[in-house]
């Protein structure tokens, strides 16, 4: 077991890294600098046993045997073009505080390599591609064959990379919080991308508007159909849907041909998904049959919700209670926001707990680390210990084994 105070020791090499991941933002499946760096503060810390996957990011073994914990951690920014650290041609940053992850993460598996005949094995992955960002970019990547799917842990559970594995834990910035607070149970949304196109015919704009078929008008009336079946929407169910329109027209002076409305249809768990996406792509086609145009419809799959294993988060509940006080450990939240762990928790037993010490806003120009107690340290004392309590008592990772039950087959996931 480890203390604040031997953590504390750390503190220094823990925010150079943090600074170092922090001004080398890259987009998903660009993350090459990020791998190199933390790879070669792997090899420093005699943490070698790396098993390379590409595009999708890597994973490094420490010790052997079972059971077997996963540790996840994301490498990539997202599209920030005002944050101080974006630059072309991306403008990526580390607005959603990626980085964080792993620095935490390495240091995690630079303390339990440091341990004598570990009893088990831990397995930490450094994930590419958890925005759902620069998507044109990961089509072509697609239609290349060079991954399966935009989603990094989704290629990986393609290739089988978390097969082994007993038990996952990841963990997350909570934001800017007011006081030191950590988070568990929370529960995430999930999600489809939907890109409506929207086909008339052209004319001229002014002379014969009358000889076209307006696709926007089309587009419009959908949106207003999306509007009026808002009403449908119950608070529980967390819908949202985020739409825009990448494409509103060809000329000024010209009936539009084409437009496309594309964006996100978020629910808290699948089956509303499955409902509203359905509602909306009904209010598409039919919005545009009754003008005279038509709607063509092209579906990406995005993130399942995060179903969080409650027995896990209960091993590290204690940990969390050392460092911020139970009071300041917020239960079972529900978000809007979606990540693709929650595709892993359709298979395996799956945390991500939060952590405070930032500022600014999430996914905003003027997110940041502002105190790496609460950011690093707080998170590497939570996970080392909680891991060391299960490897030297494998019961309990026996126990919370059998008592989840997977959402789904992989069949049916892949096919779906």
């Known amino acids: 077991m480890i203390t604040i105070k031997q953590l504390l020791e750390e503190k220094s090499a823990m925010e150079a890294l943090e600074q170092e991941l922090f001004w080398t933002p890259e987009l998903g499946f660009k993350e090459f600098n990020t791998q190199s760096i933390l790879k070669a503060f792997l090899i420093e810390n005699g943490c070698d046993q790396i098993e390379d996957f590409g595009l999708n990011g890597f994973a490094v073994t420490i010790g052997q045997g079972s059971p077997v914990i996963g540790l996840i951690a994301e490498l990539d920014a997202l599209m920030v073009p005002d944050h101080p650290t974006a630059k072309e041609p991306d403008f990526a940053a580390h607005s959603c505080g990626h980085h964080m992850q792993c620095v935490i993460m390495a240091f995690v598996a630079k303390l339990l390599n440091q341990i004598i005949n570990l009893s088990g094995c831990v397995k930490v992955f450094f994930v590419a591609a958890e925005e759902y960002v620069d998507l044109e970019f990961r089509r072509n990547l697609i239609q290349k064959g060079e991954i399966y799917s935009p989603s990094g842990k989704r290629n990986l559970i393609y290739q089988g990379a978390f097969d082994d594995l007993d038990v996952v834990l990841s963990c997350h910035t909570m934001g800017a919080t007011a006081y030191p607070q950590m988070e568990l149970n929370a529960s995430l949304s999930g999600f489809v991308y939907k890109r409506y196109q929207f086909l008339g015919n052209s004319s001229h704009a002014a002379v014969a508007p ?19 079946l808002r009403e449908t929407f119950q608070e529980k169910d967390m819908i949202r849907v985020h739409l825009m329109t990448t494409l509103g027209g060809q000329s000024v002076n010209a009936v539009p041909s084409q437009t496309i409305l594309e964006g996100y249809i978020k629910a808290i768990n699948f089956e509303v998904l499955s409902i509203t996406e359905n509602k909306i792509d009904n209010a598409a086609v039919h919005c545009a049959a009754a003008i005279g145009a038509e709607c063509q419809i092209e579906t990406t799959k995005g993130f399942y919700p995060l179903d969080q294993s409650r027995a896990l988060s209960n091993l590290l509940r204690p940990h969390m209670i050392a460092c911020v006080g139970e009071t300041a450990i917020i239960d079972e939240q529900k978000s809007f926001a979606a990540g693709d762990l929650g595709d892993i928790s359709l298979f395996k037993p799956t945390i991500q707990f939060g952590f405070s010490g930032c500022k600014g806003t999430v996914h ?13 340290i707080y998170p590497v004392f939570v996970l080392h210990n909680s891991i060391m309590n299960m490897l030297n008592d494998p019961d309990k990772i026996r126990q919370i084994k059998e008592s989840y039950k997977p959402k789904m087959s992989k069949e049916t996931y892949f096919n779906q």
């Open 210 to 228: 009358h000889l076209g078929i307006n696709a926007l008008n089309a587009q419009v009336l959908t949106q207003n159909a999306i509007a009026l």
């Open 364 to 376: 905003g120009r003027d997110f940041m680390m502002e105190n790496s107690l609460e950011a690093l």
